[in-house]
């Protein structure tokens, strides 16, 4: 471990949580988290791109690296199917909202476990279960408070920004550079978050829907 010299207190921490035991994987997400959610930022008031917030579409970028982008899609698509499925059969009998939703993680957890067995490919662990379950219970939430297209919408965008944000950490040279350099990492992720929240134009899908109004 090298010398504290006033602008190596991060990457000192990161070596000091190696030395502790903690695994290099968990220093890598740790450290990339930061860097999807700033990409997150960046589509959605850059390029119009929105989703659940910030940090759905982050934890299920993470959640694509350990499953893959396509069985990830796999896993969200069947947890969305049962979720319907048990959501109409249930509605049948007039339960309360959280009863009928207990009874639809029990018919969730049966079709993860078929769909694991039959792919094992998509190694679903709980974590990755779990997360896609939020994304879906903030589809049916929306469904009830909202409508269908705008869940459908943010549900679309949080996938899409989480594909990218998966394609972003998966890049060697990004996970090398945030493990090696943390400490200028952090201090570039700080700027362009500054930079991004200071933006005040126009979003390039709105190009098109105010472009009568844009003056040339």
């Given at each position: 471990m090298e010398n504290w010299n006033g602008f190596n207190s991060i990457k000192l921490l990161k070596d000091y949580a190696l030395v502790s035991g903690v695994s290099s994987n968990t220093i890598a997400m740790l450290l990339l988290l930061p860097v999807v959610a700033t990409l997150?930022?960046?589509?959605?008031?850059?390029v119009g791109l929105s989703g659940y917030g910030i940090f759905m579409p982050t934890m299920i970028a993470v959640t694509f690296l350990s499953t893959?982008?396509?069985?990830?899609?796999l896993l969200f698509a069947l947890i969305l199917i049962v979720s319907l499925v048990s959501n109409a059969i249930l509605k049948k009998f007039k339960l309360h909202f959280w009863p009928a939703r207990a009874i639809n993680l029990a018919f969730i957890g049966i079709g993860v476990l078929g769909l694991s067995i039959a792919?094992?490919?998509?190694?679903a662990n709980i974590f990755a279960v779990m997360i896609m379950i939020l994304l879906v219970e903030e589809f049916v939430r929306t469904q009830l408070i909202k409508s269908k297209h705008e869940a459908r919408s943010l549900t679309l965008g949080t996938l899409i920004l989480a594909c990218v944000g998966a394609l972003v950490m998966n890049i060697q040279q990004v996970q090398v550079l945030v493990l090696n350099n943390p400490d200028i990492s952090l201090l570039m992720i700080i700027i362009a978050?500054?930079?991004?929240?200071?933006?005040?134009?126009?979003?390039?899908t709105e190009i098109?829907?105010?472009?009568?109004?844009?003056?040339k």
């Open positions: 997150v930022s960046f589509l959605h008031y850059y893959g982008i396509v069985g990830g899609l792919i094992s490919t998509i190694r978050n500054i930079v991004i929240g200071s933006y005040k134009g126009i979003r390039l098109g829907r105010f472009s009568k109004a844009i003056r």
